[in-house]
């Protein structure tokens, strides 16, 4: 993913932020580790990232992954809930998902 011309392309949707390439791996890795569901709490304590930045840090990696609209992570912050779509990530990079 982190290596496709499509996240590169993206990667500027977010700004002047850039997310740090071990954070993004650490949470897309928990997602599939729980079959693409997890709770705020339960991503947060499995991806190592604190609770009190896991909504911002997750709407901007929304920004990056959900190419053209498509709901390749879908985060509910009402209902402390996030979404990974490994097959729209995979048509939507142009890249294998296992």
Known sequence: ?????????QRGVTGRTLLPEDRIRNVLSALV?????ASFAALAADAEVPL?????????LA??????GYAVLDV???????????????????????
Not at 52 to 60: E, I, K, P
Not at 76 to 87: D, I, K, M, P, Y
């Open 1 to 9: 993913l982190l290596g496709s011309e499509v996240w590169k392309l």
């Open 33 to 37: 580790r729980r079959g693409g569901v």
């Open 52 to 60: 009190v930045r896991l909504a911002g840090f997750l709407s901007y």
């Open 63 to 68: 920004r990056v992954l959900n190419v053209d």
């Open 76 to 98: 509910h912050a009402a209902g402390q809930e996030v979404r990974l779509s490994t097959q729209l990530l995979g048509q939507q990079f142009e890249i294998t998902v296992s």
